[in-house]
């Protein structure tokens, strides 16, 4: 018996290798010393690095333009969209460059270094003398004046190269943690499920700190300290993901075409024989011994590429089946994708209009001290920490003995409910809004920007609560379902694509801003986004974004009835 254990544990198990992985030698690699939770860890540290970094410039981003910088009120919060607009569309183009050509890791560590060249630019850009002061008396105002202008330059090629690093960094991050988990087996496969709602669960870990610490120093303290603190704990992340080299599974790229191509020449093909006969697709199906499924009568014009217009079989002039369902698999999600816009609007208000709401409320919590109004925003990631362990500990065994589904409910589902309770929040905003309007008008203080209007920031909490519990059920859905019906070896680009959501939802509201502000500012009026609070309205622009939601949802509803999921990947 000793010597059947001891030669047990001399000899690998034949079913210990994981299937399309290699260890950092490139070996084949063992269940038993690589991936999993401890795999896992490393990367969600240095992502907990990446947020602390991120929210640390994004958060307080509105104070600092129209501060420092001295912007409108408007300008800046279009400044701000705009930025976050780019930082969420520049990971497609991380995952294009990592999916094709350097892989995730490397991906990573590259766009990591440049994540920490552009924070350390930012800090120095800080130390400068700012736009605001340009205006001084001074001994040499030229000089001051030319100082100032390339300070705004700085600021901003540091805060663009920002957005590029966390492009490349951002999609492979996630992709490359849900990697270590194999849904081949049972227990990984459900650990991978948890996955996503830890990973969330770490990133607002690092995002509450970032808020109470970052913003305090930000506000009360140094500018300079508060962008240079981002970059070392930056620097501290990758140190901790390059220690967790050795324990890491790599995915193989196999010899299969570049799933772009692939993905790419259906659509060419299906086009070139547009004037090919349904009658012709069929007997071509029957051909092959194709079985009639719920996938393939959905977007039928993509059956055209299985044939060729001169009647050629030859490879590369007709498609297969497989490759066919690859493209429908992604054109699928494009309802998803557009509807989640809505979501994805009321989402970038959170970071620009709800802090300049507080800012001008009372933030007194002793005689001597104010929170900045920025902090608020950590109660978001407070909540998202609360609810995440019990949904994944208590709702989700629960909904599974209901269900009999691995994570409780579908993904689609989940996406749903967070669209419901952030067109909620928006309800609660306006109604807020019009309180603290009306308390500005009782005390006398419409043309009182400046003076604090006697209305605790804490009414406020109730809509950065439901924001929160609408991103524990709609973000990590979100995620979860780009990664997981996207084709494997598109996967950072599946979650480029969820995070392209709010790339564009802020661009979207971006422009949303700036056309309500032309239109309602004609004539010398005060417009809603006026830089007086008190006599601007918030309020009017909330409740356009409860009806927006409710729109959004609607569609969302309409598109996930006919969605048809990948196999297996219902969970």
Aim: with cysteine.
């Amino acid at each position: 018996m000793a010597i059947s254990n001891l030669s047990t544990a001399q000899t690998p198990l034949l079913d210990d290798t994981i299937d399309a992985s290699l260890d950092y030698k490139g070996r084949p690699v063992r269940r038993s010393n690589s991936g999993g939770w401890r795999s896992a860890s490393f990367i969600i540290a240095v992502e907990i690095a990446e947020r602390f970094a991120y929210y640390g410039i994004s958060s307080n981003l509105i104070t600092y333009l129209t501060g420092p910088l001295g912007e409108s009120t408007a300008a800046a919060a279009a400044q701000v969209n705009a930025w976050s607009g780019a930082a969420a569309l520049l990971p497609l183009l991380g995952a294009f460059i990592a999916d094709s050509f350097l892989g995730r890791y490397r991906t990573i560590i590259l766009a990591s270094l440049l994540y920490t060249l552009g924070l350390g630019l930012l800090s120095l850009s800080a130390a400068l003398p700012s736009v605001s002061n340009s205006g001084d008396q001074s001994t040499d105002n030229t000089i001051l004046s030319s100082s100032a202008q390339f300070q705004v330059i700085l600021f901003f090629f540091s805060l663009y190269l920002v957005a590029f690093g966390q492009g490349g960094h951002k999609p492979c991050v996630q992709a490359f943690g849900a990697d270590q988990f194999d849904r081949q087996d049972p227990e990984e496969c459900k650990a991978q499920s948890s996955f996503f709602n830890w990973w969330y669960f770490g990133i607002c870990a690092g995002t509450f700190i970032t808020l109470w610490i970052l913003t305090y120093i930000q506000d009360n303290l140094s500018w300079t300290l508060g962008f240079g603190i981002p970059a070392i704990v930056m620097v501290v992340g990758l140190l901790a993901f390059v220690l967790g080299t050795t324990t890491y599974r790599y995915s193989i790229k196999g010899d299969e075409e570049n799933p772009f191509l692939r993905i790419g020449r259906v659509f060419i093909l299906a086009v070139r024989n547009w004037k090919t006969t349904s009658s012709a697709i069929a007997a071509e199906e029957e051909a092959r011994g194709t079985l009639p499924t719920e996938s393939s009568k959905q977007f039928k014009f993509l059956n055209k590429a299985l044939l060729a217009p001169d009647g050629s079989k030859e490879q590369g002039k007709v498609c297969s089946t497989g490759e066919v369902e690859e493209a429908k698999t992604v054109i699928r999600l494009a309802p998803i994708w557009a509807a989640s816009l809505f979501y994805a609007i009321v989402y970038a208000q959170t970071i620009t209009f709800f802090t300049k709401q507080g800012a001008t409320m009372d933030r007194s919590i002793t005689a001597g001290f104010k929170i900045p109004a920025a902090s608020l925003l950590s109660f978001i990631s407070l909540t998202i920490m609360i609810f995440i362990p019990i949904y994944d500990r208590i709702f989700v065994p629960l909904a599974r003995a209901l269900t009999r589904k691995p994570a409780g409910i579908t993904m689609l589902q989940r996406i749903g409910t967070g669209m419901l309770l952030s067109a909620i929040s928006m309800l609660i905003a306006a109604l807020v809004e019009m309180r603290r309007l009306k308390t500005a008008e009782e005390y006398g203080l419409v043309d009182k920007p400046n003076v604090t209007v006697p209305m605790s920031i804490w009414w406020l909490l109730p809509q950065y609560i439901l924001s929160g519990l609408s991103d524990v059920f709609a973000m990590v859905g979100l995620q979860d379902f780009f990664y997981h019906q996207v084709p494997k070896e598109l996967r950072s680009v599946g979650l480029a694509l969820y995070l392209s959501i709010f790339g564009v939802g802020s661009f979207l509201s971006s422009f949303l801003i700036s056309a309500i502000e032309k239109m309602t500012g004609e004539g010398g009026q005060d417009s809603w986004f006026a830089n007086n609070l008190n006599r601007a309205h918030l309020d009017y622009f909330y409740w356009l974004l409860a009806a927006l939601s409710a729109m959004g949802l609607a569609l969302f509803l309409s598109s996930a009835k006919s969605y048809i999921y990948v196999r297996g990947s219902t969970l």
